[in-house]
């Protein structure tokens, strides 16, 4: 997949021209791309598009102007595009009522390393992109980074297979067959 460079990011004067329709395309694609895992987990598959929408809006709120700041954000945010054979994806543990929040985040240490996709019965599970930031011994984070490296038959066999996300934490089960049109919208990123 193809990773951004500065020159994608553009200014605010050029980005406010397009941000309504480009900002309408990334809600649908991300649409396509989000899966719900059980009672308050979701998982984002990112892309290209979907990090420079994040580099765009985040250029925008904090009114980055300088080549070193948008620099910055593209470096950081090309880490989590995927690399070939590779899927990335942003982890989010959805809960919005504090005193949930403190029960479960607690519990739910070592989520990270429970995430799977299969392909088939053959299982590809997560590795957390930041785990230095993110992972600490007694609370886990809202959100993690994950990234998933599959073989080249896996890559191959992804658009006609079974495709599962399973969530296997002692805590936490779940999991979620992709239906064809999810399964090919994420097979596409094998070939970008």
């Known amino acids: 997949m193809q990773k951004l460079v500065i020159t994608d990011i553009k200014d605010h004067r050029e980005y406010e021209r397009e941000r309504d329709e480009f900002r309408s395309s990334v809600i649908a694609l991300k649409k396509r791309r989000r899966f719900g895992l059980g009672e308050f987990m979701t998982i984002v598959f990112e892309n290209t598009a979907t990090m420079r929408f994040q580099i765009q809006e985040m250029a925008r709120a904090e009114k980055m102007i300088r080549d070193e700041q948008i620099a910055h954000e593209v470096a950081t945010y090309n880490d989590l595009i995927p690399n070939a054979g590779e899927l990335s994806a942003t982890f989010f543990i959805e809960i919005n009522n504090e005193e949930k929040l403190r029960e479960w985040l607690p519990k739910l240490v070592g989520i ?3 995430v ?3 392909v088939d019965d053959s299982e590809v599970r997560a590795e957390e992109e930041d785990s230095e930031r993110l992972t600490r011994e007694d609370i886990t984070s809202a959100v993690h980074y994950l990234r998933f490296s599959f073989t080249s038959a896996q890559q191959a066999a992804f658009a006609t297979s079974a495709i599962k996300i399973v969530i296997d934490h002692p ?5 979620l067959m992709l239906s064809d049109e999810q399964r090919s919208e994420i097979a596409s990123d094998f070939s970008d």
């Open 112 to 114: 990270e390393n429970c």
């Open 116 to 118: 799977s996709v299969w």
């Open 171 to 175: 805590q936490y089960q779940a999991s």
